[in-house]
């Protein structure tokens, strides 16, 4: 089956580092997402991997370890506007499919001054 | 603004009604997406489209539900019977023809579907 597991919550200090985190299964792995939502607003994309390793972008940065099934997203010098909510998704291959991703259901993270 | 649009963005109807969606997706992109999502939780997959041809449906979805993309642009969701259980947020996503593994997938803003 495919299964994606993240922290419900969490909360961090404006300037601070914040890492949040994902596990998955799946039998079809190909490739992982991030993304940020605001209340009430679209998804909005953040961060793709498919080989191990550390992808960076500005303050932003993804991990991936493939074996692990694990991946996180590093949020440095939080600001106030990066209160939403932190989506992981893979893309699998399962059952023929060629391009769905499934989503975990959301980290909420929430920046306190 | 060039990104994806959908239309409209608030729909309330009472149980029973059929409702129509439509998602018009970035202009050169061939592959649209529908995902469900309820407060708390992440979008969900209901179906694919490449062009106009519908390549992928959720087990989720069911008989009272059906997507078409007939010119391979805009798309229209159609939920017939509607059911308290269908209040969701419903996105459309799309994605520009497949050019490597990348095929990052844009979302509209999502129609809210309150069900009385």
């Known amino acids: 089956g495919q299964n994606i597991d993240q922290p419900t919550e969490m909360t961090a200090t404006e300037g601070a580092i914040v890492q949040i985190n994902c596990t998955y299964q799946?039998?079809?792995?190909?490739?992982l997402f991030w993304y940020q939502q605001h209340a009430g607003e679209a998804p909005t994309f953040l961060s793709y991997?498919?080989?191990?390793g550390l992808e960076e972008k500005g303050r932003f940065s993804s991990f991936l370890s493939r074996s692990k099934g694990y991946s996180y997203l590093l949020l440095k010098e939080l600001q106030m506007k990066d209160s939403a909510s932190y989506l992981c998704?893979?893309?699998?291959?399962?059952?023929?499919?060629?391009?769905?991703?499934?989503f975990g259901t959301g980290t909420l993270l929430a920046v306190q001054p | 603004d060039t990104g994806v649009s959908q239309d409209p963005r608030h729909k309330i109807t009472k149980r029973g009604q059929n409702v129509t969606f439509r998602c018009d997706p970035i202009?050169?992109?061939?592959?649209l997406y529908w995902y469900r999502q309820t407060l708390g939780q992440g979008p969900e997959f209901l179906t694919y489209?490449?062009?106009?041809?519908?390549?992928?449906k959720s087990r989720l979805l069911s008989d009272r539900f059906s997507a078409e993309r007939p010119k391979g642009s805009f798309s229209t969701l159609e939920i017939q019977r509607t059911e308290q259980g269908d209040s969701a947020m419903y996105l459309c996503?799309?994605?520009?023809?497949?050019?490597?593994?990348?095929?990052?997938?844009?979302f509209g803003p999502g129609t809210r579907l309150t069900v009385l």
């Open positions: 799946t039998s079809g792995f190909n490739g």
């Open positions: 991997n498919v080989l191990d």
């Open positions: 489209f490449q062009n106009e041809a519908q390549l992928e």
């Open positions: 202009s050169e992109h061939n592959r």
């Open positions: 996503a799309s994605s520009p023809p497949s050019g490597g593994n990348f095929n990052e997938q844009f």
């Open positions: 998704a893979v893309r699998d291959y399962t059952d023929g499919a060629t391009n769905k991703l499934i």
